[in-house]
């Protein structure tokens, strides 16, 4: 009778194991923070990434930018979209914040509006960024998504210094 119980307790082991040990069989959303050297200011991005990225090491997904991320439904509905592609790849969600910083006269049209030519006051703000926030784009958040590994829980603990 104990080698029946024991055979069915490593049964039992054996079978439940492997479901137990599997990486990530959902999407996961994180939330980082990035410490931009352009932008001098700490900006959260939202990263999703799709079933099975834990398990597939060698598979390389494509990214898609998203912004005003700080709006969450628009985020959430880019990644949402992946389940309803005909394509068998999903891809890594990025979703870029443009937070306002009310007490330094910064709004998420700073990040947009370039700094104009001709015209010596702006309406809708005084501090127009653009061109320092496509470099934080390309110089900053790409090659942070690039070098994401795939656990991205190890992000977490490597954010920009």
Known sequence: MKDL???VLLTCLLTLLPSVTKAQEI???QILEIKSKVLKQDRPIIVYTPRFYDERELVSYDVIYVFDA???EMFDMVHA??????KPRSCI???ICSPPYPEQ???RNSDYLPKPINVEELTLTKKPNAENFRKYVTDEVMPFVDKVPHDIRKICDRAFA
């Open 5 to 7: 119980c024991k055979v």
């Open 27 to 29: 999407p996961r959303v």
């Open 70 to 72: 700080q709006n969450r």
């Open 81 to 86: 979209a992946m389940g309803f592609t005909d």
């Open 93 to 95: 969600v990025v979703g």
């Open 105 to 107: 006269d910064y709004y």
